[in-house]
């Protein structure tokens, strides 16, 4: 996977073999991810590369991240579940997602459209994160390290491999990511569990 952002809007995440040409989800979508990406950097957010993606960042806490598909190229809110959504705008990612927690476009003129609203949604997110102000915790399901919620929220392949798998090995992958002090090593685990993961097995299976 990509580390620099700006090889995401030039030549995709690096996760397929449409990297680096003009098959790449990315380059269908040059202009309209362009205009997204102007939007969140304008609202005071630190731009970095997660999950091979462009994500944005407010101390430390992301706050959302832009994704490129075939069919649609989306913005994706992290803490989906304190968001409140006044203009019905919000999809979810698939049906193992909880809480919608994206917009989609299917043309680049969309963005244009609904700036206005992106650019409120984004301030909500902030707020957030301004306030500390976390999802309740959802009683009765196996508590996720944050890095691996977030890589199921902006990953629905990953995020439906994941929920098939066996509680015992779905465990598997908390407890060896718990085992990880520092946030960057969790996530580069989860990006090295991603093929075991979408092959349905655990993390000691071979």
């Known amino acids: ?10 030549k ?3 996760r397929c073999e449409r990297f680096a040409t003009t098959e790449c989800s990315t380059q269908l979508w040059t202009r309209g991810l362009a205009k997204l990406r102007r939007i969140c950097l304008e ?3 630190v731009e970095t590369v997660k999950w091979g993606h462009p994500c944005f ?3 430390g806490r992301n706050i959302a991240i832009i994704g490129a598909f075939r069919g649609d190229f989306r913005l994706s ?3 989906a579940a304190l968001m409140t959504d006044p203009d019905g705008v919000l999809e979810k990612q698939g049906p193992n997602t909880r809480h919608p927690d994206m917009i989609r ?3 680049e003129d969309r963005v244009r459209r609904l700036e206005p609203v992106i650019r409120s949604y984004l301030r909500e997110a902030i707020g957030y994160a301004d306030a500390k102000i976390s999802p309740p915790k959802e009683q009765g399901t196996l508590e996720l390290p944050a890095e691996l919620s977030e890589a199921l929220e902006v990953d ?3 995020a439906e491999a994941f929920h098939k798998l066996t509680p015992g090995r779905k465990k598997s992958y ?7 002090k520092k946030s960057e090593t969790r996530v580069a685990r989860i990006a090295k569990f991603r093929d075991k993961i979408i092959a349905g097995k655990g993390a000691m299976d071979r």
């Open 1 to 10: 996977m990509i580390t620099l952002v700006d090889d995401y809007f030039a």
């Open 57 to 59: 960042v407010r101390d």
């Open 12 to 14: 995709g995440c690096g």
């Open 174 to 180: 908390v407890i060896n990511l718990r085992s990880a």
């Open 77 to 79: 809110f992290f803490n």
């Open 43 to 45: 609202e005071e957010v």
């Open 105 to 107: 476009f299917t043309d």
């Open 156 to 158: 629905p392949e990953l």
